[in-house]
């Protein structure tokens, strides 16, 4: 486990000189030339599916790219991720979430069977518990075949698991068997598909 967290705290200096170099160029870009720029981004949205839902036009994500509130947000996200205890091979760990109808629950016991989103939202930053509640209830309606929790807002779990601002595991039998990229770039349902399939 040692050496898995060096190598957390070295990958996370490295993405953000790497963020803050892509930011600084992408204004560079920017300033000389707007329409190779936006076909730039487009290419890079390309990559992580961002152009393939109808819902999301580029004029929505693809100027915050090049925006100041990227590095910010991320370099929160990124400070936050120093937290991380899940390692593949390691013990799952456990914390606290609340279940939709407000109980204080372990995420442990949810781990057994699993879960996965399988579509964005448009939620701002949670203030309280109840916002929180309130944009899981978004997700409720879409019947996801997977229980709903959420986060307790200290976020323990999502630092633990270094999900800022998304990633995907599998758990099995308490122990992390597949621990995904951090999201949007390392994001891959595609790949956690391919992991199960080969576990069947």
Not at 5 to 20: G, I, N, Q, R
Request: charge should be positive.
């Amino acid at each position: 486990m040692f050496l898995q967290k060096m190598m957390l705290y070295f990958s996370t200096a490295c993405l953000f000189c790497y963020l803050v170099g892509f930011n600084f160029v992408l204004r560079i870009m920017h300033f000389m030339s707007p329409s190779f720029t936006k076909k730039c981004i487009l290419k890079m949205g390309e990559k992580i599916t961002m152009t393939q839902n109808p819902k999301f036009k580029y004029e929505d994500w693809g100027p915050t790219f090049k925006s100041s509130s990227l590095i910010k947000t991320a370099s929160r996200h990124m400070w936050l991720s120093l937290g991380q205890e899940a390692f593949v091979g390691g013990e799952a760990p456990d914390s606290l979430v609340v279940t939709m109808e407000g109980e204080k629950t372990s995420i442990c016991k949810f781990l057994k069977d699993g879960w996965a989103f399988t579509n964005n939202f448009d939620i701002s930053q949670h203030r309280s518990l109840e916002e929180r509640l309130s944009a899981a209830r978004i997700v409720v309606q879409k019947e996801p075949l997977c229980p709903v929790v959420v986060d307790e807002m200290n976020d323990v779990t999502t630092i633990k698991y270094g999900a800022l601002p998304e990633r995907l595991y599998v758990v099995q039998a308490g122990k992390v068997v597949y621990k995904g990229g951090m999201g949007p770039w390392g994001y891959s349902p595609q790949e956690v598909r391919l992991f199960l399939e080969k576990m069947k």
